[in-house]
């Protein structure tokens, strides 16, 4: 399984993104999806997550700014920023699960000056 992401780059603050990741060699269907972002100098952390059925859920920090969806149809997990803030800088990754199977793709930078 790849996930290939795009859609990062340089915003200012107030500003949006959305953010791609499309999934291939695998059954994206099948596969719950998340976002996660890695802070310069901080460890990982989640961002968002959507089952297969479309169920969410955000990370406090974001709720109320970011969307996160899916198309099942082009192998494809978004996330939508709106709001961003300088503290929504990072390396933004999508990541499959499938069970306790799953894995990373390379991240998309994401950086929110002020």
């Known amino acids: 399984v790849q996930l290939q992401a795009c859609g990062g780059g340089l915003v200012q603050a107030g500003e949006s993104l959305r953010l791609s990741c499309t999934v291939s060699?695998?059954?994206?269907?099948?596969?719950?999806m998340g976002w996660h972002r890695q802070a310069p100098g901080k460890q990982r952390e989640l961002v968002a997550t959507i089952t297969t059925g479309g169920t969410t859920n955000y990370a406090d920090s974001v709720k109320g700014r970011f969307t996160i969806s899916r198309d099942n149809a082009k192998n494809t997990v978004y996330l939508q920023m709106n709001s961003l803030k300088p503290e929504d800088t990072g390396v933004y990754y999508c990541k499959w699960r499938l069970g306790g199977v799953g894995s990373w793709g390379q991240g998309t930078l994401v950086t929110v000056s002020s």
């Open positions: 060699g695998g059954i994206f269907y099948a596969y719950a």
